[in-house]
């Protein structure tokens, strides 16, 4: 390397993940040798990233939909960006912002070209779409020079659908952004307890959408709930989204008449939700690597997950949490009834869950790891 800093060009497909995905790290980059650019569709958040993260920020239109004519016009633009900023590395993530971002630096012999790959939307699609979203995948890593799993569990899925035969190497333990272990503190959180001794308070945090197997929850909640009569409560906290992934009717029934579940919305601080309840619960059908099973963990809640990507990479079976089979309501409803009715072994759960945290997902750890991965294919593509 250099005297002059390498340019960076960090690429998402809205600034909402840009927000959510990379907070600090991008601060902590440039001030650790590199001179670095966001790029992402803005939706009102961009100011506020730049401002934060100290860093110069490009708003580049993008869809997540598939969309043949406004695809062509972001990927036209996101050439002409690269064009006009020559970057020594273009590093993407999110799948329609990390196609055209790949594409484009492709086409304009970027030197490196990083393609980090979370969640592979072609696992639950069917028919010519899974085809469709899998050829894209391909083209995507096809164009990167390096193709970074978040986890193990990622990794097996590309090699298993043959998307890529590169080598796949995580970066640290996994995970794309790590936690903020000083926010994330249940000791710098203080929740009166609304629930009576006895009650145990489930939690949901995420997109409400069939994907996330809200089905399999409001029956599995439901049957509890009239099993233990009316000893437990459900927090759902984030929105639905019908135009995307639309939850069954039946669910939303189900949910929606059950005295003892709430509605939170979507919320900028989960810290006293996550401090007012006793289990986190994730029943997905994808992952790439489940941020908000850290979250939770860091905030001492033992886990209720599905056997998605990532899970068995912070879950051990029956120390800090259950993995079930995805799908599975009934898998669901017993774990769920476990966590309710073994109260000490709910408790010993909770006590190893931070320090599950502490040791492998310490954000600052994942950014010196992504900084040290950055040099080493600098100096392998620019000596």
């Known amino acids: 390397m250099t005297d002059i800093k390498p340019k960076l060009l960090r690429v998402m497909t809205h600034d909402i993940s840009l927000d959510a995905l990379v907070e600090g790290q991008l601060r902590y980059l440039s001030e650790n040798g590199f001179e670095v650019v966001g790029v992402a569709a803005d939706t009102g958040r961009m100011e506020g990233i730049a401002r934060r993260e100290g860093v110069r920020c490009v708003d580049l239109p993008m869809h997540r939909e598939i969309s043949p004519m406004a695809d062509l016009r972001s990927l036209w633009r996101m050439i002409r960006l690269i064009h006009r900023e020559r970057p020594d590395i273009v590093h993407a993530n999110t799948p329609k912002g990390s196609l055209l971002a790949l594409v484009a630096s492709w086409l304009c012999r970027v030197p490196v070209r990083i393609y980090y790959v979370t969640g592979l939307r072609f696992e639950t699609a069917t028919g010519a779409m899974r085809t469709l979203l899998k050829t894209m995948e391909r083209i995507t890593c096809r164009c990167a020079t390096e193709v970074i799993p978040e986890g193990d569990g990622v990794a097996r899925t590309l090699r298993a659908e043959g998307i ?42 995420g997109r409400i959408v069939g994907d996330k197997g809200i089905s399999e929850l409001a029956w599995a909640f439901d049957r509890l709930y009239r099993d233990t009569g009316g000893n437990v409560r459900l927090l759902l906290v984030g929105d639905y989204e019908d135009a995307l992934d639309p939850v069954d009717d039946s669910a939303r029934r189900l949910l929606r008449e059950n005295p003892a579940v709430t509605f939170a919305g979507l919320q900028s601080d989960i810290r006293p939700w996550l401090a007012a309840s006793d289990v986190l619960v994730l029943p997905s059908y994808r992952e790439g690597f489940p941020n908000v099973v850290l979250e939770a963990g860091a905030m001492g809640l033992p886990v209720v997950v599905t056997d ?18 995805r799908r599975d309501a009934d898998a669901l409803y017993k774990a769920m009834s476990r966590m309710h009715s073994e109260p000490e072994e709910r408790r010993a759960m909770a006590s190893v869950a931070r320090g599950v945290i502490v ?13 040290k991965r950055y040099i080493e294919l600098l100096n392998g593509k620019l000596v």
């Open 164 to 205: 890529t035969r590169r080598p796949l190497r995580k970066v640290h333990n996994g995970q794309i952004r790590g936690i903020n272990l000083e926010y994330l503190n249940p000791g710098q959180v203080k929740v009166e307890r609304t629930t009576q001794p006895g009650v145990t308070t489930f939690i949901f945090i």
């Open 359 to 371: 040791e492998k997902f310490d954000r600052h750890d994942i950014w010196v790891a992504m900084r």
């Open 308 to 325: 998605v990507n990532g899970a068995d990479e912070v879950i051990t079976e029956g120390y800090n949490g259950l993995i079930v089979p």
